[in-house]
């Protein structure tokens, strides 16, 4: 994705065109529900509606989000978008388990299906829309790095093989004349989404938890700090330990300890901190760099039990 591609796209556009899909993919759902009684088609377009009421609340995060830092946030708004991510999972569970009450009821009383091919075509169609709008969501929350977008786009991924698993079983249904199918599919459906729903909830959680950065992040931040770090005739040794990160939505910050010589002047000393912040913050975008300045020979505690009481 280019530069200017990745401008155009942002977050808050890409929701509001979620919102867009979400109600043109409802109301076909809806239709092809309505016109083939088929509880497996009902349980689709359960799912798309829980796609607008997350796409709505995840618009809303994302711009809390991207509010600057406050006197009463002063790390920023960031983690906002961890509520969608969660709110998102709390709406796919409770839709899979009323996808599971509906179809428990027309396992018990299995019905016929009507005008199977009109219901088919219409799933079809909101199934492509939301795979087009997916997979555009997904690779710009990469590149934004907004997890309030790719649980979106994840969850619409979810969403179209589900409709793909319907259209299948609703064709073999219709050729079969096996009614019991259509409830179980439904059940399928739901167990898909239940396990969606647990795990944005697990990524939502970890979020607010300040998760370490990617195993891949870390390793840019190493080599970096390790381009300043040498010892020569003239030029002293520096040192960095206690390297700690934390992932706050877009946002990425570190922490870490720089030990240089004693005999170093403070404007010397906070020179080469700032070509360290610089350069971290350059190989690793969105990144928020803190480094404490300490003398070769002083060791600082970096995290003690005896701090909490």
């Known amino acids: 994705m280019t530069p200017a591609t990745t401008r155009l796209l942002t977050p808050k556009r890409l929701l509001m065109a979620s919102i867009v899909v979400a109600i043109i993919t409802i109301t076909l759902k809806t239709l092809a529900w309505v016109v083939t009684d088929s509880v497996g088609l009902l349980s689709d377009a359960m799912e798309?509606?829980?796609?607008?009421?997350?796409?709505?609340?995840?618009?809303?995060?994302?711009?809390?989000?991207?509010r600057p830092a406050d006197e009463d946030h002063p790390y920023g708004h960031h983690k906002a978008e961890y509520f969608s991510s969660g709110?998102?999972?709390?709406?796919i569970i409770a839709a899979a388990l009323g996808i599971i009450w509906a179809a428990g009821h027309r396992l018990l009383d299995p019905q016929p299906l009507e005008q199977v091919g009109w219901g088919l075509a219409l799933s079809v169609v909101s199934s492509a829309l939301n795979g087009v709008l997916a997979w555009v969501m997904l690779r710009a929350a990469r590149e934004h790095r907004s997890i309030a977008l790719e649980a979106d786009a994840k969850h619409l991924f979810t969403d179209v093989w589900t409709s793909v698993g319907v259209v299948v079983g609703i064709g073999l249904v219709y050729f079969s004349g096996w009614l019991w199918l259509d409830p179980l599919i439904a059940m399928a459906v739901a167990a898909n989404i239940?396990?969606?729903?647990?795990?944005?909830?697990w990524r939502s959680s970890q979020g607010l938890m300040d998760e370490a950065l990617e195993p891949?992040?870390?390793?840019?931040?190493?080599?970096?700090?390790?381009?300043?770090?040498?010892?020569?005739?003239?030029?002293?040794?520096?040192?960095?330990?206690?390297?700690?990160?934390?992932?706050?939505?877009?946002?990425?910050?570190?922490?870490?300890?720089?030990?240089?010589?004693?005999?170093?002047?403070?404007?010397?000393?906070?020179?080469?901190?700032?070509?360290?912040?610089?350069?971290l913050m350059s190989a690793v975008p969105?990144?928020?760099?803190?480094?404490?300045?300490?003398?070769?020979?002083v060791e600082a505690h970096f995290y003690d039990e005896r701090d909490l009481k």
């Open 194 to 201: 239940l396990k969606e729903g647990f795990h944005l909830m």
């Open 87 to 91: 709110f998102e999972g709390i709406l």
């Open 216 to 279: 891949e992040v870390m390793a840019t931040i190493q080599q970096t700090l390790d381009g300043f770090t040498g010892s020569g005739d003239k030029a002293p040794i520096i040192r960095f330990d206690h390297v700690s990160s934390r992932r706050a939505g877009q946002r990425r910050f570190v922490d870490l300890h720089m030990h240089m010589p004693a005999s170093w002047s403070l404007g010397r000393a906070a020179a080469v901190r700032t070509s360290v912040e610089q350069a």
């Open 48 to 66: 798309s509606l829980v796609n607008l009421a997350s796409a709505v609340f995840g618009l809303v995060m994302v711009t809390v989000a991207a």
């Open 286 to 297: 969105g990144l928020r760099a803190s480094i404490q300045l300490l003398p070769s020979d």
